[in-house]
């Protein structure tokens, strides 16, 4: 019988990477939910996603963020998707981001790319919260994701998951 | 026109405890609003994942309605992000839930998770939540969302509806059951 909501894919790092990347992703779902539980070896480096190694000034992001203060921004016309704000990436074990991507109906070849983004981020004392949408425009289906950092490596423990949605 | 979702009788049931139960693309010429009809009791939560655009207009928002009701039964807040501020809206009494919020950017869409919770217990109100936000590379909503349904009934149809204009073509909504233990 078919599986509705799959893993596709885990990355668990046991040794320090400047990327991580899931290629070769199967057109067979719907969606694709990304979850990530990670730190990195600088403090305060940004996560930065890129799709289908596109580093053109293709994505645009709009965020809802609960830091000290409740605020909001975007960014047009950018070359990754920043789904970190405030606060970057810890990196200690004991602060790992805990962010969920849904890429929705990544495998159609019609319409641009929208992605909803939950991120989570403890950084010593302080907490970062947000919501996100973000545009691929592309109407290319997702093949391939990569996370990186604006600086320094994702940490070994840190854990990338990918699961397929499909509809009936 | 408005389109209704098709049960997926014709596939082979789905293992496992998150099962795909009705798909619905939007054709040419768009769509008035989309349903899904004859919603199984089986499952313990409803999830309706989707991408919409507008035909007409920017910046709108959709409404969702259980069970054919139009009368003044739901109730919502909604906390959002508009890429300079923030806000929180409200509405009581109000004749649907606001949901879903799209663009009318070309071949651009926004996105919808809407969860239903115990869509079929007959002992109390029904809650639902949503994320959902648009993006258009000049501009972006997104919205955290909270309703509620003043009725023990249970939901056996949704229905999805534009406050202006269509359903743009590519619109895509997919329902999702999700069963327990």
Redesign the interface.
């Known amino acids: 019988m078919a599986i509705t909501y799959e893993p596709i894919s885990t990355t668990t790092l046991s040794s320090a990477a400047a990327t991580v990347t899931f290629s070769s992703i199967s057109g067979s779902y719907t969606d694709l939910v990304l979850v990530m539980s990670a730190f990195g070896s600088v403090s305060g480096a940004d996560i930065r996603v890129q799709v289908n190694s596109d580093t053109a000034s293709n994505y645009s992001l709009t965020r809802l963020v609960g830091y000290t203060t409740a605020f909001s921004n975007r960014a047009s016309n950018a070359t990754y998707w920043q789904i970190t704000n405030s606060v970057g990436i810890g990196s200690s074990s004991s602060d790992p981001t805990a962010d969920v991507i849904q890429f929705m109906n990544y495998s159609n070849t019609t319409t641009n790319k929208t992605i909803l983004v939950r991120h989570n981020q403890p950084q010593s004392s302080l907490m970062e919260t947000a919501a996100q949408v973000g545009l691929y425009r592309s109407t290319s289906a997702i093949t391939s994701i990569t996370f990186s950092l604006s600086s320094g490596n994702y940490s070994s423990g840190s854990t990338f998951t990918l699961y397929g949605i499909k509809a009936a | 026109m408005p389109i209704l979702g098709?049960?997926?009788s014709s596939?082979?049931?789905?293992?496992?405890d998150?099962?795909?139960?009705?798909?619905v693309t939007v054709g040419s010429g768009g769509a008035a609003n989309v349903e899904f009809t004859s919603i199984p009791g089986t499952y313990t939560h409803l999830q309706i994942?989707?991408?919409s655009?507008n035909t007409g207009a920017n910046n709108q928002s959709s409404t969702l309605i259980f069970n054919s009701d139009t009368g003044s039964n739901y109730s919502y807040h909604r906390?959002?992000?508009?890429?300079?501020?923030?806000g929180a809206d409200a509405a009581a009494n109000a004749s649907g839930i606001l949901v879903a919020v799209e663009t009318n950017t070309s071949?651009?869409?926004?996105?919808s998770?809407i969860d239903v919770l115990d869509y079929k217990n007959t002992d109390k109100y029904k809650t639902v939540r949503s994320?959902?936000?648009?993006?258009?590379?000049?501009?972006?909503?997104?919205f955290?969302l909270s309703g509620n349904w003043r009725s023990t009934s249970a939901i056996t149809s949704i229905k999805i509806t534009p406050q202006t204009n269509n359903f743009a073509q590519?619109s895509?909504f997919?329902l999702?059951g999700c069963k327990s233990a």
């Not at chain 2, 596939?11 to 496992?16: C, F, I, K, M, R």
């Not at chain 2, 071949?107 to 996105?111: C, K, Y």
């Open positions: 098709i049960i997926a596939l082979p049931a789905a293992a496992g998150f099962e795909s139960i009705a798909t994942r989707l991408i655009s906390l959002y992000g508009t890429g300079s501020g923030t071949s651009t869409f926004g996105a998770i994320l959902t936000g648009w993006e258009n590379n000049s501009d972006g909503r997104l955290f590519y895509h997919a999702y």
